[in-house]
């Protein structure tokens, strides 16, 4: 036996563009004592709601620790159903499974409605898990160019050209990580007309769909003459600021529930119990709450755009929503990774390879830190950036 071996799934799995690169030599630094502008960080750094802090001790202390109903407190499906139907999204507790996190959630529904060698399109650039996870599920990735301006464009001559016999899922992400960006509603439009009545899933994960500025959220799940097609996946994770809590949640059509949970159950079994106790308090109470880090994200986002205006040529498509910005910096000549690394070293602000995302240079900058050092990382980043596109000559 080779106790070396590797299953070729996850060999296939390689976290490629930069991404581990760039924490690793930022954590490096960081034990040296340099400071470090952590703008690659893809997570709030607010506190969890004190509602959902409190209902999940109490949770513990009356000893609701054990093994919860496989798809999801009922308590916790009735507040999710309340709180979608606040924007608009009608949903019925008996069609959602709550999952360790929109992660699981889209790993259980990978894994349960495909088969292997089975194709997915994913619109890019994209979350970095959307890839690897169709190879670990045995699915293939097809990648599909969006195009990135003032919205998130659906391109749907190019989705068509993609489509093939094997294509059995569509996925899309609005607010977009890594670009900010949103799907617009004659884009969607155009979607839910194009994939209306074919054998073809459309994945919609909304994670961001709470942290969104000046704009309307356009959710797949409004077009009724899909509804039989559309599988959505949320998060407790950016709408309260609860990352480690692992509590997601996918709403499907009522004849694939049993196959998800099934899925589901082969994975985690069932959510945490706490966890699930407390993401239903924020669900009932918090919403004021997550308005109020959304106000807060975007006074971040205009001192990250007002500082990229003095880069030239660092173009970026309109961050509406998430807490992202994807500058380009083709101008520079030199590839994402080495500009993340150089960046880093000099002035100690991390940002992210686009690459990691399926997209060519462009970085992406996170604004989750507190605002303050977000102007000071910023106006570093504006220096550095200048710096290279002296030495470019341009
Ligand atoms: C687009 C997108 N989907 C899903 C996830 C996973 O979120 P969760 O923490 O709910 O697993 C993330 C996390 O960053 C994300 O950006």
Same mark, same amino acid.
Request: glycine share 6%.
């Given at each position: 036996? +080779? ?12 976290? $490629? ?9 930022? *954590? ?52 999710? !159903? ?7 999204? *009608? ?63 659906? +391109?749907?001559? /190019? ?17 977009? +990580?890594?670009?900010?960006?949103? !799907?617009?509603?004659? =884009?969607?439009?155009? *979607? ?12 919609? =994960? ?7 500025? =000046? $704009? ?67 669900? /009932? ?39 992202? !910005? ?6 520079? #000549? ?7 690394? #150089? ?32 102007? /000071? ?8 950036? +200048? ?8």
């Amino acid at each position: 036996m +080779n106790i070396h071996k590797k299953s070729k799934r996850i060999s296939q799995c390689s976290f $490629e563009g930069g991404i581990r690169d760039i924490f690793e030599a930022a *954590l490096k630094l960081q034990s040296e004592g340099k400071e470090i502008f952590h703008l690659e960080i893809g997570e709030p750094d607010f506190d969890s709601p004190i509602e959902a802090r409190q209902a999940c001790i109490e949770a513990i202390n009356s000893s609701r620790t054990h093994y919860t109903s496989m798809n999801g407190i009922p308590e916790l499906r009735k507040a999710i !159903v309340d709180h979608e139907a606040k924007r608009g999204v *009608l949903l019925d507790p008996e069609n959602i499974v709550v999952t360790c996190g929109a992660e699981e959630a889209l790993m259980a529904l990978l894994l349960g409605l495909l088969d292997q060698g089975d194709e997915v399109i994913l619109i890019t650039p994209c979350y970095v898990a959307y890839k690897e996870q169709c190879y670990f599920a045995g699915v293939v990735p097809v990648e599909v160019p969006a195009d990135l301006g003032e919205y998130y464009g659906l +391109n749907i001559d /190019r989705i068509s050209a993609a489509v093939t016999e094997k294509t059995k899922m569509i996925m899309i992400n609005s607010p977009n +990580n890594p670009s900010g960006c949103v !799907v617009n509603r004659s =884009d969607m439009e155009k *979607l839910v007309d194009f994939i209306k009545g074919k054998d073809i899933w459309l994945l919609t =994960d909304e994670c961001y769909s709470a942290i969104i500025y =000046d $704009e309307e959220h356009v959710s797949s799940l409004k077009y009724p003459q899909v509804s039989d097609q559309v599988l959505y996946v949320n998060s407790v994770s950016k709408t309260f600021a609860m990352t480690g809590w692992r509590i997601g949640y996918a709403s499907m059509p009522p004849q694939v529930v049993p196959c998800i949970a099934k899925s589901h159950l082969m994975l985690t079994s069932c959510a945490p119990s706490f966890s699930q106790y407390g993401a239903a308090e924020a669900f /009932r109470k918090s919403s004021d709450y997550t308005s109020l880090i959304c106000g807060e994200f975007k006074k971040r986002r205009d001192v990250v755009v007002s500082a990229l205006r003095q880069c030239p040529g660092a173009d970026f498509p309109s961050p509406k929503g998430a807490f992202y !910005v994807l500058p380009s910096i083709e101008r520079l #000549g030199t590839t994402p990774l080495e500009f993340a690394i #150089g960046l880093m070293n000099k002035f100690g602000v991390a940002v992210t390879p686009g690459d990691a995302f399926g997209i060519k240079n462009r970085v992406r900058i996170a604004y989750t830190i507190d605002i303050k050092k977000i102007k /000071r990382a910023m106006e570093l980043f504006v220096v550095y950036y +200048n710096e290279c596109l002296a030495k470019t000559g341009r």
